[in-house]
């Protein structure tokens, strides 16, 4: 059974940064070729895409986060890594990790396997 699970959530001050992991189970197989990709869902708000990281490495980013965010793979440790820095009230969420097969999307619906989440608490 594929798993995802994902770490490094928490409680941090604005400006500040977390790295957040996702860890892929061995059924996972072929992650290298899997796109993954990070979303965010904050209280009353629709889930919404974040960053994507391809099997080639090409990445893609929301604007809202671009040059503060930094997403990021190794297909050995069968992980990926969103680098969150200048850090703010606003990203305050469930932070949700997932993969597709093939090319990189931004679609919410064309990822298959998902985690459970971890929450981002960013006070002002």
């Known amino acids: 059974q594929v798993q995802l699970v994902e770490s490094g959530g928490g409680l941090v001050q604005a400006g500040g940064s977390l790295r957040l992991s996702c860890a892929a189970s061995?059924?996972?197989?072929?992650?290298?070729?899997?796109?993954m990709g990070w979303f965010r869902q904050a209280p009353g708000k629709e889930r919404e895409l974040v960053a994507v990281?391809?099997?080639?490495?090409?990445?893609y980013y929301v604007d809202s986060v671009k040059g503060r965010f930094f997403v990021s793979r190794d297909d050995a440790k069968l992980t990926a890594y969103l680098q969150m820095n200048s850090l703010k009230p606003e990203d305050t969420a469930v932070y949700y990790c997932?993969?597709?097969?093939?090319?990189?999307?931004?679609?919410?619906?064309?990822?298959?396997?998902w985690g459970q989440g971890t929450q981002v608490t960013v006070s002002s």
């Open positions: 997932a993969a597709k097969a093939g090319t990189l999307g931004t679609a919410i619906n064309s990822y298959r396997y």
């Open positions: 061995e059924h996972l197989f072929g992650i290298s070729t899997y796109s």
């Open positions: 990281i391809s099997a080639g490495g090409t990445t």
